[in-house]
Nanobody
């Protein structure tokens, strides 16, 4: 059974850091594009970053560029999201998603993804 499970969320003060992990079971992430999305209350789900695990290509939205990094760990079958200098506007439920993507990039549109985790809450507050 294909499953994605996010972990690592929590409460952090502005300027702090968190590391989220997306663990896959039932399939290997190699060859998939993995995206991290977030949804704040009252807002639409937003693609934050993605990585094409086959070629290592990654992309970020402007608001997290230079603060977030995405990395794959084949041995653990995980993709991690390291978040630095967190701000209150980063507060959201964060999801990871996966799709078998044949191109050399990765999509940031939610509709392009096939498998989804249940999400992990990130709250940035003093």
């Amino acid at each position: 059974q294909v499953q994605l499970v996010e972990s690592g969320g929590g409460l952090v003060q502005p300027g702090g850091s968190l590391r989220l992990s997306c663990a896959a079971s039932g399939f290997t992430l190699d060859g998939y594009s993995i995206g991290w999305f977030r949804q704040a209350p009252g807002k639409e789900r937003e693609g934050v970053t993605c990585i094409n695990t086959r070629v290592g290509f990654s992309r970020f939205i402007d608001s997290v560029m230079g603060r977030f990094t995405i990395s794959r760990h084949n041995a653990k079958n995980t993709v991690d999201l390291q978040m630095e200098r967190l701000q209150p506007e980063d507060t959201a439920l964060y999801y990871c998603a996966a799709v078998k993507f044949a191109e050399f990039s990765c999509p940031l549109a939610a509709n392009d993804y096939e498998y989804w985790g249940q999400g992990t809450q990130v709250t940035v507050s003093p």
